[in-house]
C-alpha cells in the first residue's frame, strides 16, 4: 500500500515532462489528499456509531440476546413476506432476535480487536526496537524467529494454539495477539536502522545517554505514527481472524453472541434463512472497512509518504 | 550470486529447523499430549503409565530430537483417531489444495492485471477511483462471509454452481473467486505502483521517441518490468494465500489439506494437526526461497545490495 501521491496526468501524456513521482500539482495533490481525508472522517465517524452501538447495547437491544422464543423462530427481516416490526432484523433457529444478537455481537469483536493488537504491537515494537537497535546478532536472531512466524500459515497456527489450550476469550486474545506481533517487527526494525544512522542518535550516544534512554526518548517517538497506522489497521485483521476463528467454533463459545459464531450458526439455514448468516458478516464487513478507511486516512494526515 | 545463494540457504534451513520447533512446541510444551489421549476420568497410573509409552519422561530437546529425526523420513506418528500414517493422509489431501491455490492465484491475477494497469494508465480517472475503491472494499471483506453469499446467490438461489464440494471446473469457479477476491486488491495496487513508476522511466521515453505504438511501449516495456515487483510481493504473499485458501475450504468444504487439519483439530488428532502445519510451512518457505532466487536471478542489484 503505497501512497502514490497525486501527480498530475502528466506520467500518462508527459513526452517530456519528469513527473518524479509526487508534488508535480501541488494543488491538485492537496485537494486529493483532502479527498482523501474526507473518506478517513466519514469512516471514523462510522467506526465511532459502531462503537456506541456495541457499548450501548444494554440499553439499544430490544430484547436479551438469549431470549429463546421458539414460536417466532426464524422470522424474516421487517422488509420481507412474514417480518414484523418486532423483530426488525428478523429471528434466527431458536426465536432469538438478530438485531440483539448483532449489537451485543460487536463488544466481542472490538474488545478481542482493540485488545489483541494492543498486546501484539506492544511485543512487536519492542522486538523491532531491540532487532534494529542491539546490532547484527541480536537483529539475526529475532529476524530468524520472525520469519518462521511469518512462514506459518497464521489461521492454521492460531486454530492449532487453541485447539491444545482450549476455546475461551481470553486464549483467543492471547494467540491473537502472539500469532500477530512479528507483522510490526520488519516496519519497526527497518525504521529503527534508519533512524540510528541520524545524528541526534550519533549525538545521544557521544553525550553518554543510555541505550533505553535513546531508544525511548530519541527513537520510539519517531516511530509514533507508522505503530498508529499499522495497529489500526491491524485491528481489522484481527476481527476478521476472530470471526473466522468463531465461525469455526473454536473462538467465542454459543451461547454468547459474537458475530464470527452468529455467521457459522447461521450458515446451516442458509437454504431457506439466508438473513441469519447474511447481517452478521454485512456486520463484520462495515466494521472493517471503517477501520481501513480511517486506518488510511491516518496515514495520509499523518505521513502521506509513508510506505506501507 | 554465489554468496547471495548460499547465504539464502542458510536462512531457508534455519526457518525450517524453526518450524519444526513450533509445530514440536505447539504440543509438547503448550499442551499435555497424555491430557489430551487420556478420558477425563483417567486415574494417576494411567497417566504415568502412557506418559512414559509416549516418552515424555525424556527431557525436552531428546523428545525434540526425535520427533524432528522422524520428521525428516516423513514420519510424523499416527493418526490417533484413524490409526493410519499422518504423512499418508496428509499427502492425500495435498492435491486440491494446491489446485484451488492456483486456481485463485490465477482467478487473482486476471482480475488484478487488466484492472491494475487500467488504473495506473487512467490515473485519477473514474475507472481508477472506482478500483481503488474496490480494493479497499475488498481488503475489508471477510472471504467466508463472501463464500457464503457467493453460495446463497449462485447455488442456493439461482442453482447454477454446486454449492459444495470438488470434481467438475464448475466446483472450482466459487471457490477460486473467493480466494482471488482475497488476493486481488493487493496485487491490484502493487500492478498499478508499479506501471505508473515505470511509465515515467527513461527507457519508456526512448521506446515512445522510436515511435513504437502505445500498445508496444505499454505491453512489451512497461509490463514486463512491473512485474518484477509483482512476482516477488506474490511469492512473499503466498502464506496469505494459502491461509486464504485454509478459510475458503472449510467454507466450501473442499477435500483438502485445510479442511482435514480443521478435522483434525476437532477430533484432537495432533499427529495430523503437526503433519499439515509442517509441510504447509515448508510449501511456504520453499516458494518463498525459490521467489528469491528467481528474482535475484533476474535483478542483479537484489543479490547484491540484500
Known amino acids: ?308 | 550470486m554465489r554468496r547471495y545463494v548460499a547465504r539464502q540457504l542458510v536462512q531457508f534451513v534455519v526457518v525450517i529447523v524453526g518450524i519444526s520447533m513450533l509445530a514440536f512446541a505447539i504440543l509438547h510444551v503448550i499442551g499435555d499430549p497424555v491430557l489430551l489421549l487420556l478420558p477425563q476420568n483417567a486415574g494417576k497410573a494411567e497417566y504415568e503409565r502412557y506418559h512414559k509409552l509416549l516418552g515424555l519422561d525424556k527431557p525436552l530437546y531428546v523428545q525434540y530430537a526425535k520427533f524432528a529425526s522422524r520428521a525428516l523420513q516423513g514420519d510424523f506418528g499416527k493418526s490417533w483417531y484413524t490409526d493410519t500414517p499422518a504423512f499418508r493422509l496428509v499427502l492425500q489431501r495435498m492435491p486440491p489444495t494446491i489446485y484451488l491455490t492456483l486456481a485463485g492465484l490465477v482467478m487473482a491475477l486476471l482480475i488484478a492485471l487488466p484492472l491494475g494497469i487500467l488504473a495506473a494508465l487512467k490515473r485519477h480517472s473514474f475507472v481508477d477511483n472506482l478500483c481503488t475503491m474496490i480494493a479497499v472494499a475488498g481488503q475489508a471483506m471477510p472471504i467466508f462471509w463472501l463464500g457464503i453469499m457467493l453460495i446463497i446467490i449462485f447455488a442456493v438461489r439461482l442453482k447454477a454452481l454446486p454449492a459444495s464440494g470438488y470434481g467438475t471446473w464448475q466446483h472450482f469457479l466459487m471457490p477460486a473467486f473467493t480466494l482471488g477476491a482475497f488476493l486481488a486488491p493487493l496485487t491490484m495496487r502493487l500492478v498499478r505502483s508499479g506501471v505508473i513508476e515505470i511509465m515515467n522511466m527513461e527507457y519508456i521515453k526512448t521506446a515512445r521517441a522510436k515511435g513504437l505504438s502505445e500498445r508496444m511501449v505499454v505491453i512489451k516495456h512497461a509490463f514486463r518490468n512491473a512485474c518484477i515487483p509483482v512476482i516477488t510481493v506474490l511469492g512473499l504473499q503466498f502464506g496469505q494465500l494459502l491461509g486464504g485458501a485454509i478459510v475458503t475450504e472449510t467454507v466450501f468444504a473442499w477435500p483438502g489439506v485445510a479442511t482435514l487439519a480443521v478435522e483434525s483439530i476437532r477430533n484432537q488428532d495432533f499427529p495430523v494437526v503437526q503433519c499439515a502445519v509442517v509441510l504447509l510451512a515448508l510449501i511456504i518457505v520453499s516458494i518463498n526461497f525459490l521467489v528469491d532466487m528467481i528474482v535475484g536471478l533476474i535483478d542483479p542489484r537484489i543479490r547484491v545490495g540484500a
Request: aromatic residues 8%; proline residues 6%; glycine residues 10%.
Open chain 1, 1 to 308: 500500500m503505497k501512497a502514490v501521491a497525486a501527480g498530475g496526468n502528466a506520467a500518462l501524456k508527459g513526452v517530456g515532462a519528469h513527473d518524479g513521482a509526487r508534488g508535480f500539482d501541488a494543488r491538485r495533490a492537496s485537494l486529493s489528499r483532502l479527498w482523501r481525508l474526507k473518506w478517513g472522517l466519514a469512516a471514523a465517524a462510522l467506526l465511532l456509531l459502531i462503537v456506541a452501538s456495541a457499548a450501548l447495547a444494554p440499553w439499544l437491544a430490544p430484547y436479551d440476546p438469549l431470549a429463546v422464543d421458539i414460536q417466532h423462530r426464524l422470522v424474516p427481516p421487517v422488509w420481507m413476506d412474514g417480518g414484523t416490526p418486532k423483530h426488525p432484523l428478523g429471528t434466527d433457529q431458536i426465536g432469538r432476535d438478530l438485531l440483539a444478537r448483532m449489537l451485543y455481537g460487536g463488544r466481542v469483536s472490538l474488545i478481542v480487536g482493540v485488545t489483541a493488537v494492543l498486546i501484539s504491537a506492544t511485543i512487536g515494537v519492542l522486538t523491532g526496537l531491540a532487532a534494529g537497535y542491539f546490532g547484527p546478532r541480536v537483529d539475526w536472531l529475532i529476524m530468524a524467529l520472525v520469519n518462521v512466524m511469518l512462514s506459518f500459515p497464521f489461521v492454521l497456527l492460531a486454530l492449532a494454539v487453541i485447539a491444545v489450550l482450549g476455546p475461551s476469550l481470553l486464549n483467543m486474545i492471547i494467540v491473537l495477539a502472539v500469532a500477530d506481533w512479528p507483522l510490526y517487527v520488519r516496519v519497526i526494525r527497518a525504521e529503527t536502522l534508519a533512524i540510528c544512522e541520524r545524528d541526534f542518535v550519533t549525538a545521544g550516544r557521544a553525550l553518554g545517554m543510555s541505550h533505553a534512554r535513546i531508544v525511548f526518548r530519541q527513537i520510539f517517538p519517531n516511530l509514533v505514527s507508522v505503530i498508529v497506522v499499522i495497529a489500526t489497521l491491524q485491528v481489522a485483521r484481527v476481527i476478521i481472524l476472530e470471526s473466522f476463528l468463531s465461525f469455526l467454533g473454536q473462538g467465542v463459545q454459543p451461547p454468547t453472541p459474537a458475530w464470527g459464531n452468529m455467521l457459522g450458526e447461521g450458515r446451516v439455514y442458509m437454504l431457506n434463512s439466508w438473513w441469519i448468516a447474511a447481517f452478521p458478516g454485512l456486520a463484520i464487513f462495515v466494521t472493517t472497512l471503517a477501520i481501513n478507511l480511517m486506518g488510511n486516512g491516518l496515514r495520509d494526515w499523518l505521513d502521506p509518504h509513508m510506505k506501507l
